[in-house]
């Protein structure tokens, strides 16, 4: 366990020694207050039904910002180690694999999280300054971040798999890009699908990530996606356990 | 220490060694010698449980490395082909990060640390970002890596590449040193780095082992032993034809454009003609400015089992 945390920290602190990270963390802070102030701007000019919060977590500009981030927290991930060649350095010191792959991945999401640190500030200083809260109850507030965990371990695994593919962060980066947007706009598919009973449409709905966040973030604990996310997320790490094992085979 | 039977690797079926077999004990220097492309690293990766072998088996302090790869792993310290570092961390923390990865205890890491940066003279560059280090220090930051856990046996890939003459000689006499207490394993292409530190060699050429032995038996078993050098203006004599009537003198190879003729004289084993040459030449009264015998050196071997046509 001791070897994990060492690597574990070895992880989360070669992001912050690289630029990337902050490019990543000016990025997102930018389009999240972007994103907050349009949706109170927005709401101070006509009576609407849902919370500052809730539209924070549904608007355009959250999911834009979203999807993007994922390929730049994981490109660099394994496919700099192979480039680097420092895999050879780490893979003969007495680790094994599955701690090198889960050092990474939770490395990965430290950082992840570490990013949506500022946003719990956005709805202080709102409950502050209007003198009512951001959110209907606290239980919204606790569905919309466990949703985030969720969908961040999802989309993040997958940015592991494809690092591990490939030597090249250019690539890795632009394959989980597509990968994840993909996932993502399958759950916009229903929307476009106008037969109301379709089962198309109902089994697309449940890979929405969109619709599961807005019941996620209105407070509804849905146990569906949770089951759904966390099983993926087990999937894609096996599967990036399994492809950093066969380059002993491939090399 | 080491043992290796039948070791065999493949790439995309191109086989990189083939068949190798042999066996290091403990506190030996083991050179390990080859040209380019020969496999040296090919077969120092499968030790280090770097890769594994398409057929065959090797064992580490007992453990396979392939089998047994943590155990084997825990054994051993491995300096890889060019120290592939991470290059945004400074010297002391790498040097920490790989103490604690390879188990040392976490109160004893600080005073590892120190030693080997002492060790290895990284003192003055500790708190310096490795990216910025010059290729010599790169090179000992993976040498003190190697060292951290006091491995029983050390694997080093290269060890004096890209160094200049002085560090060459600063990190032979350290291997040197090490080699009280550690089993070594290094690469090289540096023949008198092997000459020095050795106790014995391989040589291995297009992934088979050419020769195994101590540096001294292999120089005993060279077709020619070395020779004698003469350097002489003779004139118009024929003398590389009289030289060759010389008894012991197997074959004469005359260089040279000038007056000045320089004559290699390939000689059986264990014969001195140096006398003879002279009193040759002293009859003949030509002008000698050079008479040496050769020492035939490692590099002789090098080349006569890597390149037997060349000679």
């Excluded at chain 2, 506190?27 to 010698?33: A, K, P, Q």
């Amino acid at each position: 366990m001791r070897k994990f945390y060492t690597l574990l920290s070895r992880e989360v602190r070669g992001y912050f020694h690289s630029p990337i990270a902050y490019i990543v963390l000016i990025f997102f802070l930018i389009v999240s207050g972007i994103d907050f102030y349009f949706q109170v701007s927005f709401m101070n000019q006509r009576q609407v039904q849902y919370t500052v919060q809730e539209a924070f977590f549904n608007s355009v500009f959250f999911w834009f910002a979203f999807v993007l981030i994922f390929p730049l927290i994981t490109m660099r991930l394994f496919a700099e180690e192979f480039k680097l060649g420092t895999i050879e350095p780490l893979t003969t010191a007495p680790v094994r694999d599955w701690q090198v792959v889960l050092s990474k991945f939770f490395g990965a999401l430290f950082f992840y999280l570490i990013l949506w640190i500022p946003t719990l500030l956005y709805f202080w200083i709102f409950a502050r300054i209007a003198n009512q809260p951001a959110a209907h109850s606290a239980g919204a507030y606790f569905g919309s971040y466990l949703m985030l965990l969720l969908l961040g371990m999802f989309y993040l695994s997958i940015g592991c798999l494809t690092s591990v593919l490939t030597r090249n962060q250019i690539i890795a980066a632009v394959i989980s890009f597509c990968a994840i947007t993909l996932l993502f706009f399958l759950g916009l598919v229903q929307f476009i699908l106008l037969d109301v009973t379709s089962t198309t449409r109902d089994l697309l709905g449940y890979f929405s990530a969109i619709e599961h966040m807005g019941t996620f973030s209105r407070g509804v604990i849905d146990t569906r996606p949770i089951v759904l996310y966390l099983s993926i997320t087990v999937v894609m790490l096996t599967l990036t356990y399994q492809a950093f094992q066969s380059r002993k085979w491939r090399l | 220490m080491i043992k290796v039977e039948n070791l065999t690797k493949r790439y995309a079926g191109q086989p990189a060694i083939q068949d190798l077999s042999f066996e290091v004990s403990r506190g030996e220097i083991m050179g390990f010698l080859g040209p380019n492309g020969a496999g040296k690293t090919t077969t120092m990766r499968i030790l280090a449980g770097f890769m594994p072998p398409s057929s065959g088996r090797a064992t580490v302090a007992g453990y396979d490395v392939f089998e047994q790869s943590l155990q084997a792993r825990a054994h051993l310290g491995y300096m890889p082909e060019n120290v592939p570092l991470y290059s945004d961390m400074r010297v002391t923390e790498y040097l920490n990060y790989r103490a604690a990865l390879k188990g040392v205890q976490h109160r004893r890491i600080t005073e590892r640390v120190g030693d080997v940066e002492e060790l290895c003279g990284l003192k003055d560059v500790k708190k310096k970002l490795i990216g910025t280090l010059s290729k010599g220090y790169r090179q000992r930051v993976g040498l003190a890596d190697a060292l951290l856990a006091e491995p029983d046996l050390l694997i080093l890939d290269e060890p004096t590449i890209g160094l200049d003459p002085n560090q060459i000689r600063q990190v032979r006499e350290l291997i040197k040193n090490l080699g009280k207490h550690h089993t070594i394993l290094l690469s090289t292409h540096i023949l008198p780095e092997v000459e020095m530190t050795c106790s014995r060699v391989i040589i291995i050429h297009k992934g088979r082992i050419e020769a195994c032995d101590t540096p001294d038996n292999l120089l005993g078993k060279i077709r020619q032993a070395g020779g004698v050098v003469l350097e002489a203006k003779v004139g118009k004599d024929n003398a590389a034809e009289e030289l060759k009537k010389i008894s012991g003198v197997r074959d004469v190879v005359t260089d040279g454009e000038d007056e000045w003729k320089r004559f290699s004289l390939r000689v059986e084993s264990g014969a001195d003609v140096r006398e003879e040459v002279f009193r040759l030449a002293a009859d003949r009264q030509w002008a000698v400015r050079e008479l040496t015998q050769r020492r035939a050196t490692l590099e002789d071997v090098f080349v006569e089992l890597t390149h037997p046509d060349q000679i």
